[in-house]
């Protein structure tokens, strides 16, 4: 058989036709994936609630609780994650073959997660290991949306007109930064384990502060990456 090449393969990539089409499709899919991989979450929990025909319902959901607390933890990560790309892309006029791999690999990392939390909950003790896949999992994702934030800024036409000031970075570095420190932590200091992630809250008040600082300085103060 033939090889068969596309036309993103043969033309540059500033040649290549981009359509608002395109757009939603990159978006609706990424929903969608995302919708899978938060479904996915209560599938442990289904084999739990089985459980209580045989066994007292107090009894059962004591001894899941690391399993519905991952479930629990890693549902609020993968929304977090979600009202994120949502605002991001909101603000997207088009985009770049580039962004769309990017973007894949930010859904590789999404995911993931549910994978890294069946290894959380079913973990016997504190292994370094699981811990780290797991806040290492995460680290990627923001990492990678970040990337996404900064290609997006730094693309030609890819932002609606005016929205440049609303797509600030400072906050995704520092989120990134913090979760770094977070994943060196539940990996070589592994009775911290999962509280490491408390790090992240640190990032909002930082970011303000570093705000307000830049607002006595003048005008063009950064805005929050919320």
């Not at 059962?60 to 977090?80: E, P």
């Not at 890819?158 to 970075?169: A, K, R, T």
């Amino acid at each position: 058989m033939g090889n068969i090449v596309t036309d993103a393969e043969v033309l540059p990539a500033s040649q290549t036709r981009r359509t608002s089409r395109g757009l939603d499709r990159l978006v609706n899919f990424s929903d969608a994936t995302m919708a899978i991989a938060i479904t996915l979450l209560i599938l442990p929990l289904v084999d739990v609630a089985n459980q209580i025909s045989t066994h007292p319902a107090r009894e059962v959901l004591a001894s899941h609780a690391a399993t519905l607390a991952g479930f629990a933890i890693t549902f609020a990560v993968i929304g977090r994650f979600w009202l994120i790309h949502h605002r991001v892309f909101e603000l997207v006029d088009s985009y770049t073959y580039a962004l769309a791999r990017v973007n894949l690999l930010w859904l590789f990392c999404i995911v993931s997660l549910p994978f890294a939390a069946n290894l959380l909950s079913n973990s016997p003790g504190n292994e370094p290991l699981v811990y780290g896949i797991y806040v290492g999992t995460i680290l990627v994702t923001n990492a990678s949306m970040g990337l996404m934030e900064w290609m997006i800024r730094r693309g030609p036409h890819l932002l609606h007109s005016g929205c440049e000031e609303q797509l600030g970075l400072f906050q995704s570095v520092l989120t990134t930064g913090l979760l770094l420190i977070a994943l060196l932590l539940a990996v070589f200091v592994p009775v911290v384990n999962l509280y490491a992630l408390l790090l992240i809250f640190a990032g909002r008040p930082i970011g303000i502060l570093r705000n307000r600082r830049l607002s006595r300085g003048g005008p063009e103060a950064s805005n929050l990456t919320t």
